[in-house]
């Protein structure tokens, strides 16, 4: 079936540092795939996405690139910032008409001033 | 534009209690419903979906279960509570390839 693998957790930043999370997929077909981001005690926000090979999702200076020969979706941001704290979830979604979106397990991101 | 409620936002249940969570979704039709439940320092788990009044699909067995009596009306019941009941729920809607909107989620807490 299918399944999303990120990298564990905590990663912690000095404000301004380059960040990478790193998520790969396991599908059948050609899932649209997602990050979303949790900010504490809240529910989740989608961040951005991509729904097909090679697309770039980007949203507040965050991208990530659907990388079908790798099956990767890599979130990536230049600069992060103290406000960036928050947890990610990396996600895709089948094509059936369900649209069930599978998660990964998430990964904190705590940065420090 | 197209809002999700969700409520209670917290709620603490004693076991064996009932439990009933609701969320409506407003200005769209026809959406597919879902519930997740996150546990407390773990990922997101879907619980159930609904492509339509009626239509229920379980992911996981378990102490729970769902209805959806209207078109943009989904809830989520129990007859008696557990422990491991305990989480973070999160309602949802989507039509299409273009990604979920979550509700702002219920704590719950059984003891």
């Known amino acids: 079936g299918n399944s999303v693998t990120q990298m564990e957790g905590p990663v912690t930043l000095s404000e301004e540092a380059f960040l990478t999370i790193n998520c790969t997929y396991t599908?059948?077909?050609?899932?649209?795939l997602f990050w979303y981001v949790q900010y504490p005690g809240e529910g989740l926000q989608l961040l951005l996405k991509?729904?097909?090979?090679?697309d770039k999702g980007s949203n507040k200076g965050f991208e990530a690139t659907y990388r079908k020969e790798t099956t990767s979706f890599h979130l990536e941001k230049g600069s992060v910032q103290v406000s960036d704290s928050a947890v990610y979830f990396c996600?895709?979604?089948?094509?059936?008409?369900?649209?069930?979106?599978?998660f990964g397990s998430g990964t904190r991101l705590l940065v420090r001033p | 534009s197209q809002t999700i409620h969700q409520w209670p936002a917290t709620l603490v249940q004693p076991v064996g209690s009932p439990l009933s969570l609701e969320c409506t979704v407003e200005?769209?039709?026809?959406?597919?419903l879902y519930w997740y439940r996150q546990a407390a320092g773990r990922g997101l788990q879907l619980l159930f979906y609904?492509?339509?009044?009626?239509?229920i699909s379980s992911e996981v067995p378990q102490n729970l279960s769902a209805s959806r009596p209207q078109d943009r009306q989904f809830i989520l019941s129990s007859k008696k509570l557990l422990l491991s009941d305990s989480g973070f729920y999160l309602c949802?809607?989507?039509?299409?390839?273009?990604?979920?909107?979550f509700g702002s989620g219920t704590r719950l807490t059984v003891v």
């Open positions: 200005g769209t039709s026809n959406p597919n």
């Open positions: 599908a059948t077909g050609y899932p649209s």
């Open positions: 609904s492509v339509g009044i009626g239509q």
């Open positions: 949802a809607w989507n039509k299409g390839v273009g990604g979920y909107t």
């Open positions: 996600a895709l979604s089948g094509r059936d008409s369900s649209y069930k979106l599978i």
């Open positions: 991509a729904t097909k090979a090679d």
